[in-house]
Each structure stands twice: as C-alpha cells, then as structure tokens.
C-alpha cells in the first residue's frame, strides 16, 4: 500500500498534466463501388469521442446569438438533415435566408459546399452559418466562453484532444467528423448494385434507372448521384436574382449555375432546388419537359428539354424512390443525445 | 524491507523521470533573437487611428479606423546565400493592437543576414486546408466565409469623397486562385548587415505606407473606389498597388 503511494507520488510528479486516455479511433467505410471521396480527415483523426462531441455540438443551440438555433434546427435528421416544408431558411429572430437548406449526407465527396460551391472544405463550411446574420448571428469568442462555462464540454474536448483547450478549429474539426460519417448508402438501390437482400426491383424500377441512365445522369451521376459540377438547368431567376456560382468567381460563365444536387432521399428532402419553388417530384418533370428557361449559361444538354411519356415518367418516379434510405433517416447513432 | 525499497523507489523515480527540469543548463550561450518591428505609416506621419487625416494621391482626403495585414513565408538571406526558412510562421498586424506588430522569429539561426523575403497574405495551401488556428483563427475576422479564403490586408476608414451615405470606404483584399491571386512576395535588402551570433537580439523595424495603397501602378480615386470586399479586379488593383508598401527602415543588433 505505502509502495502503491509512492510509485502514485513518483508518477504525478512527473506528470503535471492529467494523464487522459487516447481517443477511440474510426474507421471510415467507403461503401462498396463507390469511390474515394474527398475529405478523408486528413489532420483530423476520426474517433468516437471526437464524432459524438461534433454531434453534441451541431444540436446545441448555444452555437446561436439567441441560443435557439442549432444547426439540427435547419438540417433535421428525419428530413435527411435538409429542412423540410421551408422553401428557404429560417434563422435566429426568424430571419430568412435565401436558399433552401440542402440535405447533409455523403459531404465527404462533395468537392465544394453550398449551392454556389462558394466553400472549398468541410471543416470551414460551418463558419458560414455560425457567423451568418440571418442564421445563427453568433461568433466564436462567445461560443467558446459558453462551452467553457458547461460542465461537461471541457471533459469531452479533453478526451477528444487531450487537454481541455476550447478552439475555433476544434469546433470545426469535430463538427466535421460528425457531418462526415453521414454516409447514407441502404437504398434500395444500394442494395440492388450490392447485390444484397431488398435490392430487389420491380421492371417499373428498372425501367425507371434506364431512363434515369440515359436523361438525367450526365449530371446526376451514380452513384453519388451528382458529379458535384456547377450548371444552369434551366430556372428562370427569381426576384431574388441569385447568380449562385457567378457570384463567387465573378465570370459571366458562371452566371446561375448551382451545384448539381444528389437525387438521394427525395422523399424526405422537398420542396427542391436551391430556392425550393418546387414541392413536388412531378412539378420537377414538369419543369424539365417544358419549364427550361433559356439563357446565355443554360447547359447545352438541356436546351431541347427532357420529354418522356407518361409511362416513362412513371417509371422514372418509381425509381427515383428507389434511392430512398430508411435505415439512413432513422439511424439512432445520428440522433440527438437528450 | 518494504519501506526501503519504497524509498529507493522514489529516489529513483524523482531522479529519472524528472531529470529534466532538474539537469543544470549548460553553460550560458543564450540562443540569438531576431525580431521584425513593424511600423505603420501615412506618407511621413505615423499612423494614428480614427482622428488623424491624410491625404491620397489623388487628392482625397481619408482617415483610417482599421489596417490589418497578414505576414507569411518569412525567408531571412545570409551573406553566403544560404536562407534561414520561418516555416508555419502565420502572422497579422493589427494596428489597432501594438503587440502585434513585434514579431518574434522562433530559433532564428546564426548568420549574417543581408535581405529579407516575405508573403503579404497568407499561401494558398493554408487557404483550402481546412480549420486553422493560431493568427489564421476565423474569429479574427479575416476569413470569407461565403468564398472560403483568407482576407490578406484590410484597410477601413471614412472620406469626405466616398459617394456611399456612411462616407466609408472599405478594402477587404482577397484571392489565391489563378488569375485573381492577389498574393504579394516582398523582398527587401537591409541597409546594414544583421549579425545574428548567440546573445545577440536583433531588431529590424519595417515601415508600411498606407499612402502606396491609392498610387502606382494606378491612382485610385476613393469616389471611384468607394469598395473593394468580392476579390477579382478591385482586388488586384489595390494588392497591385500596395505590394511596394513596405521599406526596411533600420537594423539594430545588440549584444546581452
């Protein structure tokens, strides 16, 4: 007992600092047939501790000036973490933005993020909403003084980093480990390229991919169902006058063109496009059989619009619930901690 | 028996896992400081914020309520031609914060230093890397957050020659891509040679001339110009302009 104390006695005085024990890694899954995506957390090892304290911090809504919005308040997890039934969004003091909240899954192969691709990298693209007046009006040095005040905080960045240092940039890196294990890959259309059981799909929704094949995925490519390029399909600007991409580069060239969006989780993620003036998938067919509004940057692939048969459209709709993912929506290890 | 050797235990213990702190330093030869001393000018005239006014080139009047810029990429050239590299070295002079316009060179290397190279901005490498800390912490302000990239120099202030109602002009100077690169290397010869031996701390006092932001290559007109804030041609022009700002005004070694 008495040697116990000494050897005790003899580590600490060596050690000032509380010894904590490392972080438990991750490893991140690439799902089968897809390819390596982007951000691989490079400088920023992914673990348990780092992913939940990233969760803790996108549901808490102390990240906002009036400690009302998260960022789960715009990006809903039963909504595939897009914001459903507002066309745009709604910040603090129920301030509203321009842009439809986009649903957050698969980030890490995005290239760039928001519809005008205005940002180049996971970890900095919260800054945008946090700071953003209209969103969550808030800045850093506050946010950093509520979470030293919390009683937990402290502890989990302790254990995610191994002293209890409260950062910008660790904030940013663990809400980027969260938003990148948002892998949704269980459609059924996974299933069906895995080969797993419930791929199974009726002719209507083979039918359905074939059309989807042949119209639609030049842009919306598989399996991500986006080639993450900037393009004009065709709406007509609205009052707003949003230039998207043009606004960011300054080149005519860019003028209103968007980031092409996945056509993932359609079900959970209307009303579509980055103003949300659509709400339903019909309205969308509508629009690109006979609503493509000519300009100087309209892609050249749709300059004769895209004209099915009721049959085909039928098929394609069917398919396109083929990309719902359930287990996606609902997987507990996404939900909010109470 | 077993308090003996729990005593030997922690002779030992303090003895070895302490070591460190307890090792007695080696003779004294303090390690060589060098720092850059940034001053921030008007034409001839210290800057002072908010109360002072000046005069462009053009002939506007204006006085100034923030200037920041960012220093990067420090490379110091000895007499021989070989450099001592300031790698990971990220640093912003604020005017409004007189500490940091001191910068304090980590394990500068002995030498005879006769030229000093620098980035006005910060690499383009640390642009699209992620979150950063230290000087390129975006709490500072100087980060767009709506087109990912780092400010690289502000200058605020009001003109009675600004069309906008606040009389502000605003100059937020940012870019690293291609042809909108407003990224500037400065190279500056010393007037003296800086002698870095141990014990010795060195001191080079760099003066910037806000004057050199509204001449050469182009004059530029605050009525004209009232803002620059979305990168792209008013950008360049500005970076373009202020890019001959800086001088080496003296180097001063002394000897602990």
Redesign the interface.
């Known amino acids: 007992m008495y040697m116990m104390m000494v050897v005790a006695l003899g580590l600490y005085a060596c050690h000032p600092d509380p010894v904590v024990e490392a972080a438990k890694e991750i490893q991140f899954e690439i799902p089968k047939g897809w390819p390596q995506p982007v951000y691989q957390f490079e400088n920023n090892p992914l673990t348990v501790e780092g992913f939940e304290l990233g969760k803790k911090l996108f549901f808490d809504t102390r990240l906002s000036r009036t400690n009302t919005i998260s960022c789960g308040t715009c990006h809903q997890q039963f909504s595939a973490f897009a914001q459903i039934g507002h066309d745009v969004s709604h910040g603090v003091d129920d301030k509203i933005g321009i842009r439809n909240s986009p649903p957050l899954f698969n980030l890490n192969w995005h290239t760039r993020f928001f519809w005008d691709g205005g940002v180049n990298h996971l970890e900095v693209q919260p800054i945008n909403p946090i700071q953003n007046p209209v969103e969550m009006d808030e800045n850093f040095g506050n946010i950093i003084q509520k979470l030293k005040n919390d009683a937990d905080y402290p502890k989990r960045f302790a254990a995610v980093f191994g002293n209890d240092s409260i950062t910008s940039q660790r904030i940013l890196k663990t809400l980027a480990q969260f938003m990148g294990m948002l892998v949704s890959s269980h459609s059924k259309y996974d299933k069906y390229m895995r080969q797993e059981a419930g791929g199974e799909m009726t002719t209507a929704e083979l039918n359905g991919l074939q059309i989807f094949r042949n119209h639609c995925a030049a842009c919306h490519k598989e399996p991500l169902f986006s080639d993450f390029s900037f393009r004009n399909n065709g709406l007509k600007p609205s009052v707003v006058n949003d230039s998207g991409r043009g606004h960011v580069t300054l080149q005519p060239s860019d003028m209103y063109l968007f980031k092409v969006p996945s056509l993932r989780n359609l079900l959970y993620t209307s009303p579509y496009m980055h103003d949300g003036r659509f709400s339903t998938l019909e309205a969308v067919l509508n629009h690109y059989a006979t609503g493509i509004y000519s300009s100087a940057t309209l892609d050249p692939l749709l300059s004769n619009g895209i004209n099915l048969t009721p049959q085909e459209r039928k098929d394609l709709l069917a398919f396109l619930q083929t990309l719902n993912d359930e287990e996606f929506i609902r997987n507990k290890r996404f939900q909010e901690q109470r | 028996m077993?308090?003996f050797?729990?005593?030997l235990?922690?002779i030992v213990?303090?003895s070895m896992?302490?070591r460190k702190k307890d090792d007695p330093k080696p003779p004294v030869t303090n390690p060589p400081s060098l720092s850059l001393s940034f001053k921030n000018m008007v034409g001839s005239d210290t800057l002072t914020l908010e109360t002072a006014s000046y005069k462009n080139a053009h002939g506007d009047t204006f006085n100034v309520s923030m200037y920041k810029y960012y220093i990067s990429n420090i490379v110091l050239t000895k007499e021989d031609g070989t450099t001592f590299t300031d790698t990971n070295g990220y640093y912003l002079v604020d005017a409004e914060k007189p500490l940091s316009r001191e910068i304090k060179i980590n394990n500068i290397a002995s030498g005879s230093y006769t030229k000093i190279q620098f980035l006005v901005g910060v690499d383009s490498i640390r642009?699209?890397?992620?979150?950063?800390?230290g000087a390129l912490?975006?709490?500072y302000g100087m980060?767009w957050?709506?087109?990912?990239?780092y400010i690289m120099a502000k200058l605020e202030g009001t003109s009675p020659q600004s069309p906008n109602v606040s009389k502000q002009f605003v100059y937020h100077i940012g870019g690293f891509n291609g042809p909108?690169n407003v990224l500037k290397t400065v190279e500056l010869s010393f007037p003296n040679k800086a002698v870095v031996v141990s014990s010795s701390h060195t001191v080079i006092q760099i003066n910037s001339d806000i004057l050199e932001w509204f001449k050469t290559p182009s004059t530029v007109s605050i009525f004209n110009f009232p803002g620059a804030m979305?990168?792209?041609k008013p950008a360049r022009t500005l970076s373009d302009n202020y890019a001959d700002m800086f001088t080496v005004q003296s180097v001063t070694t002394t000897i602990e």
């Open positions: 077993k308090k050797v729990g005593v235990l922690l213990l303090f896992g302490c642009n699209v890397s992620g979150a950063q800390t912490d975006p709490f980060f957050d709506w087109n990912s990239g909108d979305n990168g792209g």
